[in-house]
């Protein structure tokens, strides 16, 4: 099991940026794709980013390419969501979650393949 705590949330106007962070503790981190999702009031949780154990492939969900970018630091257990150019419909609460699988080369946005959560972060973007 591995315990993730999420960081680095909070209010900015559209066009302004923030950096999320994804500490991780338990199992071994760096074997392990992580994933960005997100929850907006009344709407499911939809897939954000994820990359892979080794950092060497990414994906990104088609709304946010060009905007945010996802990258880890396997020695300090961390996974960082950079989010640029923010607009008012990436208001959410945003969870990091870790893959079941060991070393899957292709990250996957399917959120059924990650079993630990993090408590989220929110992220609010005023107009």
């Known amino acids: 099991q591995v315990q993730l705590t999420e960081s680095g949330g909070g209010l900015v106007q559209a066009g302004g940026s923030l950096r999320l962070s994804c500490a991780a503790s338990?199992?071994?981190?760096?074997?392990?794709?992580v994933g960005w999702f997100r929850q907006a009031p009344g709407k499911s949780r939809e897939f954000v980013a994820a990359?892979?154990?080794?950092?060497?492939?990414?994906l990104h969900r088609d709304s946010v390419k060009g905007r945010f970018a996802i990258s880890r630091d396997n020695a300090k257990n961390t996974v960082t969501l950079q989010m640029n150019s923010l607009k008012p419909e990436d208001t959410a609460v945003y969870y990091c979650?870790?893959?079941?699988?060991?070393?899957?080369?292709?990250?996957?946005?399917?959120?059924?393949?990650?079993?630990?959560w993090g408590q989220g972060t929110q992220v609010t973007v005023s107009s």
């Open positions: 979650a870790v893959d079941k699988s060991p070393f899957r080369r292709a990250p996957t946005m399917a959120s059924q393949s990650y079993a630990d």
């Open positions: 338990g199992r071994t981190f760096s074997r392990y794709a």
């Open positions: 990359i892979a154990a080794n950092g060497a492939n990414t």
